[in-house]
């Protein structure tokens, strides 16, 4: 017998006969990248869905943190405020623009930054702010951007897992000066690899443009130090037809969540983040947490859910800045962490995904009563 195998996640993907008119033009015209007519219809989507004026698009996420961290408004290098409990990439792209991530606690509800301590870390160096909507969960973006004007430092967002928040409305893209899309295989919406960088001013947005484009402004001019991390035609059309079935992919995500939070409610010792208000949800991931007072610890339930075939993942552990990278330990300020840390240790991401059999869901809700109660 083949053993089943559930992943945390499984992509998304539009009907595949919808895809061949597309790649029929694509293969008449020969625009295959370079700002091309698929592009930018998706930009144009984007930017009418997300409710910004401007959508650039990348090769990828983490070269979108890159061009939103090369193209801060006063361009200089500095420190970042940030969180560790991230995805390294968010990371690893402070590093990558000659920038020192400055690591503080994040709030034990919505997982993003603390705001108290950022503001205690913010200091002559700092050049910006770098949050994470961890889980699609909102930050406190009002107090967040308060800070910002406060002490005039740009704000930016990893919204990686916020493909489709809504927060008072308003989708979680508006906020900030840059918020960055990642639409890797594994994100809510997916490009097969893609990202996205929402900004309001259009300096910003021809600086990114520039910036995915080797910095060429124009044939002769090179406005600045660039990448080559454009979107080609092929990835935007299949973010053109994913934009057409989103909808179903969200309440597809929600049946999933609601069947765990359902049964997961009453086992002592297992947590899960609070629906926050004014916010309409994602469900990127399913995250709970093995606290200190569970039957079990986090790892043995990890390797427990495993040997059946659920493919749980510890998001995010360890912490990025304890992954012992050089350039992390060489240069990164760390105040202390204690909730970061705890999370770290305490999380573990179910399976979701539009089309989890629910029966899935059921078992690994038993498996987890037959170890935790
Ligand atoms: C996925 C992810 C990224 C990177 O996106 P890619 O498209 O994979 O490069 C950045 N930040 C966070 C929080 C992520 O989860």
């Known amino acids: 017998m083949v053993k089943k195998v559930i992943h945390v996640t499984k992509p998304w993907l539009p009907p595949l006969q919808d895809v061949l008119p597309a790649l029929e033009d694509i293969w008449e015209s020969r625009n295959l990248t370079n700002f091309g007519v698929y592009n930018a219809r998706f930009c144009r989507q984007l930017e009418k869905q997300w409710g910004v004026e401007h959508v650039v698009t990348f090769a990828n996420g983490t070269q979108a943190l890159l061009a939103a961290l090369s193209c801060l ?193 009453d086992i002592p010792g297992l947590h899960m983040p609070e629906v926050p208000t004014h916010t309409k949800i994602n469900n990127a991931y399913f995250p709970i947490f093995i606290g200190a007072d569970a039957k079990a610890d986090r790892d043995s339930i990890y390797l427990y859910l495993r040997e059946y075939g659920y493919m749980v993942r510890r998001y995010f552990y360890p912490l990025t800045c304890d992954f012992g990278i050089t350039e992390v330990e060489a240069t990164s300020i760390k105040y202390p962490v204690p909730v970061a840390r705890r999370c770290a240790d305490e999380v573990l991401c179910l399976p979701i995904y539009p089309d989890l059999e629910l029966d899935h869901v059921d078992e690994i809700v038993r498996l987890l009563r037959g170890r935790l109660c």
């Open 73 to 265: 408004p006063a361009g200089e290098k500095g420190e970042v405020i940030t969180t560790p409990f991230t995805f390294i990439a968010t990371t690893n792209s402070i590093i990558w623009t000659g920038n020192r991530p400055v690591f503080v606690d994040i709030n034990p509800r919505s997982y993003g930054l603390d705001v108290e301590a950022v503001e205690a870390a913010i200091g002559p160096k700092t050049v910006a702010i770098l949050a994470v909507h961890c889980y699609g969960i909102p930050n406190d973006v009002a107090a967040l951007q308060r800070l910002a004007n406060k002490y005039d430092i740009p704000l930016l967002f990893d919204a990686a897992h916020g493909f489709g928040v809504e927060l008072d409305g308003k989708s979680i893209f508006h906020f900030g000066d840059m918020s960055v899309a990642s639409f890797h295989a594994t994100k809510v919406l997916n490009t097969f690899e893609g990202g996205a960088v929402a900004c309001h001013s259009a300096v910003t947005r021809d600086k990114l443009v520039n910036f995915s484009n080797f910095g060429f402004q124009n044939e002769t001019t090179i406005s600045s130090l660039g990448l080559n991390a454009k979107m080609s035609e092929f990835n935007a059309v299949i973010g053109l037809l994913q934009l057409d079935h989103i909808s179903s992919a969200l309440r597809g995500r929600e049946a999933v969540a609601k069947r765990y939070r359902q049964q997961l409610s």
